[in-house]
């Protein structure tokens, strides 16, 4: 289904008639790699989770999706979080993401033969994930008439196994986040930043440089106001102790919107002065 702003507004403000037509959607990317995804079970939350919000769609890869079926990802517990705290508000969550992705993968220019030259099979598979978010985009909002509030980014697991990515990925973080503010027509998108936290040896791989990876993470809301760099330490994990189980990404979710919500409120408070 291709989703308009008028479509938006026919088909989340049809039972909420109270509601003004003429506010656009609150429209936010989730992207990353596997633990935005999602790892989590659809069948194991509990039925405070399962019924979705009457104001809340997602779009997945360009489609939209029942909201708690199958592989769950943040978007749940995040739904319902943002769903409460403006439940006069459309709220559209366009996610992508690509498990075992690198930030090379998701960069604006594809460096193909990086990519080759460090062996990285999953981006090998996957190809441009950055192209493919745009196209899946414009095929959800064909009339060009939706830009996106937030990007929440879930990533860096596969960047903390290699050397010279770790060192880059502050820099690749940026330019992605640069390139979807230009690319989208929204300079002002504000940017949730969940940090990686792998151990340094799993039962699946090592990630020797995660700190370097979480250090990025964490010095790009010095150098760009309208990002914030959440904690993901605590939330329980599957046996791999990789991937968030379905316990920990519901937590995951409630992080993002305690986040997002703030960096939205002082959007609301400047146009009110």
Same mark, same amino acid.
């Given at each position: *289904? ?20 003429? !506010? ?8 990353? +790699? ?10 194991? &939350? ?7 919000? %009457?104001? #809340? ?12 079926? /199958?592989?769950?990802? %943040? !978007? #749940? ?26 930030? $090379? ?14 062996? $990285?099979?999953?981006? +090998? ?7 493919? &978010? ?16 937030? $990007?929440?980014? *879930? ?9 010279? &990515?770790?060192?880059?990925?502050? +820099? ?22 969940? !940090? ?6 799993? =039962?699946?791989? =090592?990630? =020797? ?25 605590? &939330?329980?994990?599957? +046996?791999?102790? #990789? ?7 519901? /937590? ?5 919107? !305690?986040?997002?919500? %703030? ?11």
């Amino acid at each position: *289904m291709k989703l308009t702003l008028a479509l938006l507004t026919a088909l989340l403000l049809a039972p909420l008639a109270h509601l003004h037509a003429a !506010e656009p959607p609150l429209v936010l990317i989730l992207s990353g +790699q596997s633990n935005m995804a999602g790892y989590g079970k659809a069948g194991e &939350l509990s039925d405070k989770w399962r019924t979705p919000p %009457p104001n #809340v769609t997602l779009i997945h890869w360009g489609r939209t999706q029942a909201l708690a079926k /199958g592989s769950i990802g %943040p !978007e #749940v517990t995040l739904a319902h979080a943002l769903a409460r705290a403006m439940p006069g508000r459309q709220i559209v969550l366009f996610k992508a993401a690509h498990g075992g992705t690198s930030q $090379l993968a998701w960069q604006r220019e594809l460096d193909q033969a990086r990519i080759d030259r460090l062996k $990285l099979s999953h981006d +090998q598979r996957v190809g441009h994930a950055y192209a493919q &978010l745009i196209a899946a985009w414009k095929k959800a909002f064909p009339a060009g008439d939706i830009k996106p509030a937030a $990007l929440l980014w *879930m990533q860096g697991e596969s960047d903390a196994r290699v050397s010279e &990515l770790a060192k880059d990925y502050e +820099q690749h973080l940026a330019r992605l986040m640069a390139a979807l503010r230009r690319d989208l027509g929204a300079p002002q998108m504000k940017a949730v930043i969940a !940090e990686i936290n792998p151990a340094k040896v799993t =039962p699946v791989s =090592p990630f =020797p440089f995660v700190d370097e990876v979480r250090a990025a993470q964490r010095a790009i809301p010095g150098k760009d106001p309208l990002a914030v760099c959440i904690s993901t330490d605590g &939330l329980t994990k599957a +046996q791999d102790q #990789v991937h968030y189980d379905t316990a920990g990404l519901q /937590g995951l979710g409630l992080r993002f919107a !305690e986040a997002l919500l %703030p960096l939205l409120a002082k959007d609301t408070r400047g146009q009110r002065q």
